[in-house]
């Protein structure tokens, strides 16, 4: 394509509204730094759409449920603890996702990092909500409705890894025990519903094919983020009975206590195999996919150099681990360019001890700690 002086503005301002919508869906991330006893109002999703942390749907959502804020404040922290637990030992390690709602390119142009964070944090929605729901901290829902199935029978729940953590030993269960659905399992259905309701962003006006298609391709992985939540319900029992017998055992579906980070387990090996998409007629995503897999339309930098016009902060300076041949080891995160050997002598407190009520003696010993920083 062939460009005119006075054509250079106008492309420029093109792909600086193709950026912002990129990435606008996910500026609510920003809302993980507010404190924790802020009350939502309506007014306060006013100010929030105003000061550019939600969209339009998003505030309308917000203003139209304000109750569900405070689970989704705690979903954009999880999703930033998620993230960059995640890939912290890679190049790229997710520490851009602190500069919320002001991304840098690689969360705004369509690449696989931008496919798990949309996906994270609709994972994180999901499971805050629904943790909220079995609280009752939310109007719009409470515990999950019970599943029409029976529960497993004593022989499958004794060989269920999903009960790995159960309260009470399976030695003493037999064919007349009883099983039935109870408790208050985690409302996911609702939950997905909500997050989806909040998440969906409209589809941008005016930029043109690439820009719709980029929209699809972001709510595609929503979607798989969403998804990720449902399939990490498991079975959860709690025996009842004289002495212990557990006579009767109660069952529900719920997440257990991990937290977000079990939807991002699976998150992380979809990354791993995300597919690519070009873009169709229409806007539209070619229905090749499962909606479990993440998609991504435009190929990563190898963030081993600085790089601001692809958001790539380059490696060098970072710490690697000089005996490992992983993600974390110095050959592949220093990207080939070697790294320098840092020897520190640390003075610390050692073998201590209890002499009388209030007195421990200890002494002072030397340990040598050595760094590994690329170059």
């Known amino acids: 394509m062939h460009l005119t002086k006075g054509s250079l503005p106008k492309v420029c301002l093109l792909l600086l509204l193709f950026f912002l919508q990129g990435g606008r869906c996910i500026k609510w991330l920003a809302l993980g730094r507010m404190a924790d006893a802020r009350t939502w109002t309506k007014d306060s999703c006013t100010n929030a759409k105003s000061s550019g942390l939600l969209e339009r749907k998003q505030a309308r959502a917000c203003r139209a449920t304000p109750d569900v ?123 997905s519903r909500m997050a989806k309701r909040f998440l969906q962003g409209a589809t941008p006006p005016g930029t043109g094919p690439t820009a719709k298609f980029l929209h699809a391709v972001n709510m595609h992985n929503n979607r798989a983020g969403r998804r990720a939540v449902e399939q990490s319900l498991t079975l959860e029992c709690k025996c009842h009975g004289v002495s212990g017998s557990c006579s009767v055992r109660t069952c529900w579906r719920g997440l257990g206590s991990s937290g977000p980070s079990v939807a991002g387990t699976r998150l992380l090996r979809r990354y791993a195999t995300a597919a690519e998409v070009k873009p169709r007629s229409g806007g539209r995503l070619p229905p090749l996919y499962h909606h479990d897999n993440l998609l991504y339309t435009t190929k990563s930098p190898d963030y081993c150099l600085p790089d601001k016009k692809r958001g790539s902060l380059g490696t060098i300076g970072r710490q690697c681990n000089g005996s490992s041949t992983g993600y974390e080891g110095c050959e592949y995160l220093c990207c080939g360019r070697g790294h320098v050997t840092r020897t520190e002598e640390i003075l610390e407190r050692c073998n201590c001890k209890y002499i009388s009520c209030c007195y421990v003696k200890c002494k002072t010993c030397r340990r040598i700690v050595e760094t590994y920083e690329c170059n």
Request: aromatic share 8%.
């Open 69 to 191: 804020m405070p689970s989704l404040v705690q979903a954009a922290r999880d999703t930033s603890i998620v993230c960059q637990q995640a890939f912290r030992h890679r190049r790229w390690n997710c520490s851009s996702i602190e500069g919320a709602p002001n991304y840098t390119p690689e969360l705004l142009t369509g690449t696989r990092e931008q496919a798990f964070v949309y996906a994270m944090s609709a994972a994180a929605a999901v499971w805050r909500l629904a943790r909220g729901c079995a609280l009752g901290n939310l109007a719009a829902c409470s515990c999950a409705t019970p599943p029409r199935k029976e529960p497993p029978s004593p022989s499958a729940l004794i060989s269920s890894s999903s009960l790995a953590t159960a309260t009470m030993s399976f030695g003493g269960l037999t064919g007349r025990n009883t099983f039935k659905w109870g408790g208050c399992g985690d409302d996911v259905r609702s939950a």
